[in-house]
């Protein structure tokens, strides 16, 4: 037996918390965690805090633009001139106009969406595509609306297509003689109608003036001699064509009418006009005189 006054021996042991460390040192995820968790941690957050500083972030954003810069700048990046295709002199020269670009430009520098919106906005424009083609050259091609029509409100004169869209101003009717009139309130909104008028009263070409609408509900047939035809809100052509129809079997507008009423084309109506209603009341006053002899 050991004596009493022996010291008492270190237990080989390992104490509980030691036990414990060495057991979590033996998990494969703490190890993970230690050795690249860790670390990667440490470098993300000394990363955030870095990049967080505004004298970093400055001088990062002076860099990016320099990069930017210098590759924008390259010369097969730079648009040198612009091509307008597919529209006329006057519509080329808006163009160019509404798209003050200041060549050479680096095609970077252009929004491309942006200048199409700008070029559509332009009535005589239906349709536009943008594009930058090889040899720095901004194409711009465009289709351009065609008039149909000229119409007269007050004392102004546009240019419709024949969805009834503008064209463009007219200064006077005898620039585009080739065209039909028409005229009146809410017309424009009726250009379709319009134009199956104008193609139903081909017979009488060279005596018509144009088609003035009534009231925003139908038309008048205009003609020389200040004649009109008065057609109906509806099933105007059909009545129209039955007043040429008329007018081919009896020469009906060669008379000296002032109207030929369709509104109710069950029953049509003729306005006479000055010199033959002073006709009917001379022959009207020999008739009586004839009478009371």
């Known amino acids: ?52 500083e505004p004298k970093t972030q400055e001088a990062i954003s002076e860099k990016v633009a320099e990069i930017r810069r210098s590759v924008a700048e390259r010369p097969e990046f730079m648009v040198k001139l612009m091509a307008v295709d597919g529209a006329s002199v006057e519509l080329a020269e808006d163009i160019r106009e509404i798209l003050p670009v200041d060549f050479p430009v680096s095609s970077f520098d252009l929004d491309l969406d942006q200048m199409k919106l700008m070029v559509e906005d332009l009535d005589a424009v239906a349709k536009v595509d943008l594009r930058i083609r090889p040899g720095g050259i901004l194409q711009v091609e465009v289709a351009e609306r065609v008039p149909a029509v000229v119409w007269r409100l007050q004392n102004e004169l546009e240019q419709l297509d024949a969805e009834g869209r503008r064209v463009a101003a007219l200064a006077s009717r005898g620039d585009r003689s080739d065209l039909p009139l028409i005229a009146g309130e809410g017309a424009d909104a009726v250009v379709p109608e319009a134009l199956q008028l104008v ?45 040429i129809a008329l007018d081919q079997a009896q020469d009906l507008l060669a008379r000296d009418l002032a ?20 006709e009917l009341r001379k022959i009207k006053a020999i008739e009586l005189g004839d009478a009371y002899r």
């Open 199 to 243: 193609a139903a009263a081909a017979p009488l070409d060279s005596r018509l003036r144009g088609f003035v609408r009534m009231g925003g509900r139908r038309w008048d047939v205009v003609l020389d001699r200040d004649q009109r035809i008065l057609l109906p809100e509806t099933r105007a052509v059909a009545a129209l064509e039955q007043v």
């Open 1 to 52: 037996m050991q004596s009493m006054s022996e010291p008492n021996r270190r237990d080989p042991a390992p104490s509980r918390w030691s036990y414990r460390i060495q057991r979590l040192w033996l998990t494969p995820l703490f190890r993970l965690t230690l050795r690249v968790g860790l670390p990667l941690c440490s470098t993300l957050f000394f990363g955030v805090w870095f990049l967080s």
């Open 259 to 278: 109207a030929v009423d369709m509104r109710n084309p069950q029953r049509p109506t003729l306005r006479m006009g000055d010199v033959a209603v002073e």
